[in-house]
T-cell receptor, first 113, second 113 residues
């Protein structure tokens, strides 16, 4: 069965610092991978997705993620964090586009001024 | 604003009761998904409907049921409620293009006392 692990439950970074959120997945075939962000009181918004091709994908709000098949990872990065990036971030894997996404436990990001 | 509308936003009820959560997908989206988010289980896929037909089923309890109506809105029915059913229930929709992007509503927070 597919699974997603986000090892860091909480991360605190200073505003302007770089950010990397870790995501490891277990999946029998080539996965479809996603990162979603959930702001307080809001639903989830898609940041970026990987289906195939270039393993470095760009998303909204200056985020990017790199798919590394050998490490079964899909880490999310941002070079300079803004206070508005404070939220919870979810990594997800799907058997096919948009269907039955399996989510990781989430990483709550706090940004220090 | 994702375009997905969920009602009610908050609901408090007692054990043993039954509630109905409603979801209106984005205009034109044929697929509706229901997810449950709780502190101990994280985000769990419950069920998917496509154009009125059940498409996929996840970790949905037998006490729970859903349907999608001809106008494409969906309802999630939760019966014989238990304390452990307290959670945030999200509805998401996706279009025919099946890009992998789910558009989430803001959720319905259910509290069972």
């Amino acid at each position: 069965a597919q699974s997603v692990t986000q090892p860091d439950i909480h991360i605190t970074v200073s505003e302007g610092a770089s950010l990397e959120l870790r995501c490891n997945y277990s999946y029998g075939a080539t996965p479809y991978l996603f990162w979603y962000v959930q702001s307080p009181g809001q639903g989830l918004q898609l940041l970026l997705k990987y289906f195939s091709g270039d393993t470095l994908v760009q998303g909204i709000k200056g985020f990017e993620a790199e798919f590394k098949r050998s490490q079964s990872s899909f880490n999310l990065r941002k070079p300079s964090v803004h206070w508005s990036d404070a939220a919870e971030y979810f990594c997800a894997v799907g058997p096919n586009a948009g269907n039955m996404l399996t989510f990781g436990g989430g990483t709550r990001l706090m940004v220090k001024p | 604003d994702s375009g997905v509308t969920q009602t009610p936003k908050h609901l408090i009820t007692a054990t043993g009761q039954r509630v109905t959560l409603r979801c209106s997908p984005r205009s034109g989206d044929l697929s509706v998904y229901w997810y449950q988010q709780s502190l101990d289980q994280g985000l769990q896929f419950l069920i998917q409907y496509y154009n009125g037909e059940e498409r996929a089923k996840g970790n949905i309890l037998e006490r729970f049921s859903a349907q999608q109506f001809p106008d494409l809105h969906s309802e999630l029915n939760l019966s014989s409620l238990e304390l452990g059913d307290s959670a945030l229930y999200f509805c998401a929709s996706s279009g025919q293009a099946n890009t992998g992007e789910l558009f989430f509503g803001e959720g319905s927070r259910l509290t069972v006392l």
